[in-house]
């Protein structure tokens, strides 16, 4: 089968997902890879400056509907959360969701290199239809398309970005106190050698501020770290 009978239309794909392009002009672009640019010589213009500007426009988007949807976070915890959502990895995650590959114009080459799948590839072509439904309908058309997906990952995301690093945050907050860096105590070690189990303590100076239990030091050190910034209201209790 040739990759022209599976490639969608830029019709098909508006008409599938409804999206709400007056003309498929900017459509065309947002789909069309340089790579298809190089072989065809009608076509007009690649992606690239529509994945510029979408890639603002997720920006903005995401940091809007964060401050709306978690009134209670404070802004750390925001960035923190729209970096992930705006991440490499989601966005392409984003774009598979929605079978984006299956429209996407490439040139030969890059379909054989497996282009339709390549996460870098379908990040930006992601952030090119977000800049064309930008162009085309402005923030109103964009959140329509952007807050189910949005909605979809944002709690697991939370809940496996926010905490995935408690050590860290653990450390920057003491600094931005004026304190020392947190240190970590073995306080107990229990178990035969193929099933240990580990409790670290954590504390800032002398004062101990969480305990944690682990597998191993690492997680526990990163559970001691997690009670103390639950303790200084950092993070909240699950």
Known sequence: MTDEVITETPEQ???RLQLPFNDTFLLTRALTHRSYLNEN??????NERLEFLGDA??????????????????????TRLRAALVHTDQLARFAK???LGRALRLGR???????????TLLCDAFEALIGALYLN?????????MVP????VVDEIFRNHMDEDTKSR????????????????????????????????????????????GSNKQSAEKAAAREALISLGILEQN
């Open 13 to 15: 794909f508006s008409k």
């Open 97 to 99: 969701r929605i079978e």
């Open 149 to 152: 997906l949005l909605v979809n």
């Open 137 to 145: 309908g402005g923030l109103p058309a964009v959140n329509s398309f």
């Open 170 to 213: 653990l450390q920057e907050w003491a600094q931005g106190q004026g304190f020392s860096s947190p240190k970590y105590i073995l306080v107990a070690e229990e178990g035969p050698d193929h099933n240990k189990t580990f409790e670290m303590e954590v504390r800032i100076g002398i004062q101990p501020f969480g305990r944690g239990i």
């Open 57 to 78: 426009v997720l920006d903005f988007i995401v940091a809007e509907w964060l401050y709306n949807h978690y009134p209670e976070k404070p802004e750390g915890d925001l």
């Open 109 to 119: 080459g890059e379909i054989q290199a497996g282009g339709r799948d390549r996460m």
């Open 41 to 46: 010589k009608d076509a007009i213009e690649d």
